[in-house]
Nanobody, 115 residues
Framework: VQLVESGGGSVQAGGSLRLSCAASGYAYSSYCMGWFRQAPGKERDGVAAIDSDGSTSYADFVKGRFTIARDNAKNTLYLQLDSLQTGDTAMYYC???????????WGRGTQVTVS
């Protein structure tokens, strides 16, 4: 299994970024995928998830600002981040199987910095 995130960077408050996660080594379309984030000195938080049937869920703190999507033909997960706030600064991780069970797997993360 391999999950490789990209698209992070530095942006001013109010700006946008699009994160991508290229997945390989497993039946991508069969699994619920998600994004988590962790800021320095803070707990890791779930941000958004998308199930194999395309249904989505979001943390309250990103509703209306972030959009999760998946392309099963490209084995790629996306997170569109709009109206970014300084509090969104964190390392963002792509996760296979957000339930945290034995098939769960985490990418190495991509840094998002909002100033």
């Amino acid at each position: 299994v391999q999950l490789v995130e990209s698209g992070g960077g530095s942006v001013q408050a109010g700006g946008s970024l699009r994160l991508s996660c290229a997945a390989s080594g497993y039946a991508y379309s069969s699994y619920c995928m998600g994004w988590f984030r962790q800021a320095p000195g803070k707990e890791r938080d779930g941000v958004a998830a998308i199930d194999s049937d395309g249904s989505t869920s979001y943390a309250d703190f990103v509703k209306g600002r972030f959009t999760i999507a998946r392309d099963n033909a490209k084995n790629t997960l996306y997170l569109q981040l709009d109206s970014l706030q300084t509090g969104d600064t964190a390392m963002y991780y792509c996760v296979k199987d957000v339930s945290g069970g034995p098939t769960a797997y985490w990418g190495r993360g991509t840094q998002v910095t909002v100033s």
